[in-house]
């Protein structure tokens, strides 16, 4: 009884973190279904290791520290992430500068900060955030990233030099998709439901409107339609059912369902039969 009276208590003090690892996650990563995706791993992980936790106390940084460590090994690259190399050779480039005015005005605009901050290398993204944005120091950081404090010093600088790498650039094509009332990936993500008719009057509208504008996700949604119209080409026609028989048994389902016996279908006559063939 003891044993169950106390996996109950973790329970509940692992849940009561569930919040606070949601928006940990949401600020590290740019997308909230894998954020909360995320955050419910790392406490499924913390329960299957509750013997690991040797002081009660420690159980939010516990958790914090292995919530970074799931985010990393999640995020994967994209085609446009900046590269450390090429950064740091600017920066060391005499004659490399910005336009302060432009980074500071991008700073502030919180669209072009996430996009900016997603370009950076993961490894350089989480001190970042997590250190000039959540005030976590760079002790917390070391350990919770399982590196040595220099190293977590140095990913810290070279990640505040990648974005303002990152904000000074002037991209055409993502200048264009930041300036669109709904972001490329919400609206992508909205895209499928869009299709099959489920979204509300407001979210529909929002979508067509980006799609009117945006100049990368029409080609994407086009290839979308192409290929559920070509799935359709796969039905075999023989194994269509008619729509009479289709809501025959749909009937007899819901019936069975509701716990009341399904109606017997009315008989089918038998043919006539053909003249000069045997009754």
Known sequence: MADAREGEQFAE?????????????????????????????????AWRRRDQ????????PWLRRSLVNRVIDRSRSR???????????????????????L????????????????????????PVVLHDALGWTAVEISAAM????????????????????????????RRASLAQPMRCW??????SAYMDGELDEATKAAVEEHLATCPTCPPLYAGLVGVRAGMGGLRDPDTVIEAAIAARIRDALA?????????????VPEPAARSGTLP
């Open 146 to 173: 399982a590196v040595g404090l220099p190293a977590t010093k140095q990913r810290l600088r070279r990640g505040r030099m990648m974005l303002v790498s990152a904000l000074a650039e002037d991209d055409a094509r």
């Open 186 to 191: 919400r609206a992508r993500r909205h895209v």
């Open 103 to 126: 980074v500071l005005d991008r700073a502030e605009l919180r669209d072009e900060l996430e996009d900016a901050l997603a370009r950076l290398p993961v490894i350089y993204r989480v």
């Open 53 to 60: 936790l040797r002081d009660p106390a420690a159980l939010a």
């Open 79 to 101: 085609h446009d992430e900046l590269d450390i190399d090429r950064i740091e050779a600017d920066w060391k480039d005499d004659a490399y500068s910005v336009r302060p005015d």
């Open 13 to 45: 003090r692992l849940a009561a973190e569930l919040p606070a690892l949601v928006r940990l996650a949401t600020r590290l990563l740019r997308d909230a279904d894998v954020a909360e995706d995320c955050a419910q791993e790392t406490l499924v992980g």
């Open 255 to 267: 019936a069975e369902g509701a716990g009341v016996p399904a109606a017997r279908p009315a008989a």
